[in-house]
Nanobody
Framework: QVQLLESGGGLVQPGGSLRLSCAAS????????MGWYRQAPGKQRELVAI???????NYADSVKGRFTISRDNAKNTVYLQMNSLRPEDTAVYYC??????????????WGQGTQVTVSS
């Protein structure tokens, strides 16, 4: 089993910054991908940013140029630096990881979610 522990959410004013962290632990052989999704009230969960391999990243159009995803592979941790935050970024942010364990099983795991609120 794999656990994802998120931290870093909170309340911030428009234009401010936050950094989310997500650490994976458990039966991990390799992490094929790590990323962040978000879900606002009344809306579907959507991809924010994802990191695959050592250098490949993809972002939702709405966050390009404002958010940066990065990984520390030695710590099995992914970060999301969020700058120039807007009220429409308000959502619960979920960490996601595609993990291969030592038996060769590839599982898709989710964190518990962390609330990000952008408001004055």
């Amino acid at each position: 089993q794999v656990q994802l522990l998120e931290s870093g959410g909170g309340l911030v004013q428009p234009g401010g910054s936050l950094r989310l962290s997500c650490a994976a632990s458990g039966s991990i052989f390799t992490i094929n991908a790590m990323g962040w999704y978000r879900q606002a009230p009344g809306k579907q969960r959507e991809l924010v940013a994802i990191s695959t391999g050592s250098t490949n990243t993809n972002y939702a159009d709405s966050v390009k140029g404002r958010f940066t995803i990065s990984r520390d592979n030695a710590k099995n941790t992914v970060y999301l630096q969020m700058n120039s935050l807007r009220p429409e970024d308000t959502a619960v942010y979920y960490c996601n990881a595609l993990v291969r364990d030592y038996e060769g099983y590839i599982g898709n795991y989710w964190g518990q979610g962390t609330q990000v609120t952008v408001s004055s």
